[in-house]
């Protein structure tokens, strides 16, 4: 025995050697070393033994979801959508009588209104994030949606286009409410209801489009009911966005007395250390770009930017395509036909993502989902100029089997819907722990806000042009388009597995804890003391 071992052993009380009368001076390798404090001990045996009371302990992803306030946070979500959305099916007519522009034209202004809106987003979500970890979610969520209120309703009263900026903008400024919801959802769900959980979130963020087109122009479309009010003549927009402000009025007040604040302050706060209050220490926290290069974040990140690139490109492109004249490649809808249709794809898209998603993600997994999603988004952009050439070339017997497919087809391409709420329980698997999960969230939506920004007013931009070149017969776009979802295809197959990355965390966490062997020694180490094997 080395004199270490010796003064080790002399420095142990008798208590101690009596109650293990039989150890070994040399242990072998995988057994942990006695030692002299009492607590320790019993610390290293729950680590050797897992007691019955923790096996009777109930699993935390066994938390039943709260359906009450996920319900509540959904309504509060509505309101994005519904202001984002809402003006799709009239915001050309509007732009266009307000600017007195050429048909050709409009898609460029209409990009361009959305596509300020969501740069306002991009700048201003991260200081909504900061500020609900600040002050809570609850408080920042009520004031962003009351400032959404107002913007909403000063939109309809635009007459300039130069006011349709500003409105748009301004409603941009208060959009903290999809971070903070969104962070809000995770803190209620766990990993075996957050499948749930999101197909609500996404299926709330379809609903918006319902209103616009069978709300504009109350005057001429309802003479009977609006026709003598000549507010409405005026203001031919003002009550969809009168309707919609409204909304946000209700989900303000049923977020500020129903919503239950998620953030807790107290987990890791107040000062105390480990050994003053029991509670763990604070982890350390990651920079931005730490968690950029994160095993699995990269490439989740960037499929999130592309999927949603997809997503508001075609958002974007298919209200000014069914605008748009027939004999220049549109399909010549008026706003009501488009906020009909608009409204059967909202519908589509809730039955894939509700009664579709769930088992399917159950039976194939996340990637699977994105894979198939990847695999279907390709031919459903090649058929859309198809719909234009039936009415184009068809004649009569062309429009009749026009309205008879375009619904069938329409519901059946909205299954790509599926990859929305996939990319999101992607990224939260991604995550490298759940302290990281709101910042990873932050960026992701900024990221979202930043593809947002650009792509309504570049992909109407291209439409537009396009369609007065009539390169292609004017359906150039949909080329374009079919070669953004091939890249997809390819990216989808180099998607992360999830559960390796869970593994590498919790290895992670148990080499920062001392539970790995390290330098070729086998011990551990326990509140400061070490012990060794040989």
């Known amino acids: 025995m080395t004199n270490d071992e ?4 002399r420095n142990v009380p008798e208590d101690s050697k009596d109650r293990n009368p039989q150890k070994r001076d040399v242990m072998p390798a995988g057994d942990i070393a006695p030692t002299a404090d009492p607590e320790i001990s019993e610390v290293t045996t729950l680590i050797d033994e897992p007691s019955s009371s923790s096996s009777n302990e109930v699993d935390p992803d066994d938390k039943p979801l709260p359906v009450a306030q996920i319900l509540v946070l959904c309504y509060a979500r509505w309101v994005e959508p519904v202001a984002f959305f809402s003006i799709f099916p009239y915001i050309n007519k509007m732009a266009q009588e307000n600017g007195n522009l050429a048909d050709a ?35 920042v969520l009520v004031f962003s949606l009351m400032g959404v209120t107002l913007a909403t309703a000063l939109f309809g009263m635009a007459k300039t286009i130069s006011q349709m900026i500003l409105f748009r903008c301004l409603a941009g400024v208060f959009a903290g409410t999809i971070v903070t919801i969104r962070t809000m959802i995770s803190e209620h769900s766990t990993a075996k209801t957050q499948a749930r959980a999101f197909s609500w979130f996404a299926f709330t963020g379809n609903l918006g489009i319902l209103f616009g087109g069978a709300l504009a122009d109350p005057a001429g479309q309802y003479p009977g009911l609006f026709g003598n009010i000549q507010f409405f003549k005026d203001y031919p927009y003002a ?7 409204g909304i946000a009025v209700t989900a303000v007040l049923v977020t500020a007395f129903l919503a239950e604040e998620t953030l807790k302050k107290d987990i890791f706060g107040g000062g105390s250390d480990t050994e003053e209050s029991g509670a763990p220490a604070k982890p350390a926290s990651m920079t931005t770009w730490d968690l950029l290069k994160s095993p699995g974040v990269p490439i989740v990140l960037y499929t999130y930017g592309h999927i949603m ?42 039955i894939w993502i509700l009664l579709v998603f769930p088992p399917l993600q159950h039976r194939i997994g996340t990637n699977g989902v994105l894979r198939v999603c990847a695999i279907a988004y390709p031919f459903f952009f090649a ?35 599926m990859s929305f709420t996939a990319i999101q329980l992607a990224l939260n698997d991604a995550s490298p722990s759940p ?29 537009a042009i396009s369609a007065r070149t009539q390169w292609l017969w004017g359906y150039a776009i949909w080329v374009l388009m079919v070669l953004l979802a091939l890249g997809y295809t390819v990216v989808s197959r180099y998607m992360p597995d999830y559960d390796e990355l869970r593994r590498q965390r919790e290895r992670r966490e148990l080499d920062e804890d001392g539970l790995l062997n390290v330098g070729g020694l086998t011990g551990v180490t326990i509140a400061g003391a070490e012990a060794y094997t040989e």
């Not at 010796?6 to 052993?9: K, L, M, P, S």
């Not at 991009?122 to 200081?127: P, S, T």
């Not at 009550?239 to 402000?245: E, I």
């Not at 709101?438 to 593809?451: E, W």
Request: net charge neutral; aromatic share 14%; glycine share 12%.
């Open 6 to 9: 010796t003064d080790f052993h």
């Open 105 to 139: 034209d409009v898609g460029f202004y209409s990009g361009l209104i959305e596509s300020l809106f969501s740069l306002t987003q991009m700048a201003v979500m991260i200081l909504w994030g900061r500020a609900a970890d600040r002050f809570g979610r609850k408080p």
């Open 239 to 245: 009550l969809p966005s009168f309707v919609v402000g």
């Open 309 to 350: 690139l997809l997503a508001f490109s075609y958002t974007a492109i298919v209200p000014v395509y069914w605008f748009t004249r027939i004999d220049l490649g549109g399909l010549g809808f008026t706003p009501l036909q488009i906020s009909l249709l608009l409204g059967l794809n909202g519908l589509a898209q809730a």
């Open 383 to 417: 058929v859309c100029p198809f719909f234009s050439v039936l009415l184009r070339y068809g004649g009569s017997t062309g429009e009749t089997i026009f309205w008879f497919i375009t619904p069938v087809l329409l519901c059946l391409g909205c299954g790509v819907s």
């Open 435 to 463: 302290v990281t999960l709101g910042t990873l969230n932050a960026l992701a939506l900024s990221l979202v806000s930043g593809v947002r920004s650009f792509s309504p007013a570049l992909f109407a931009s291209l439409f």
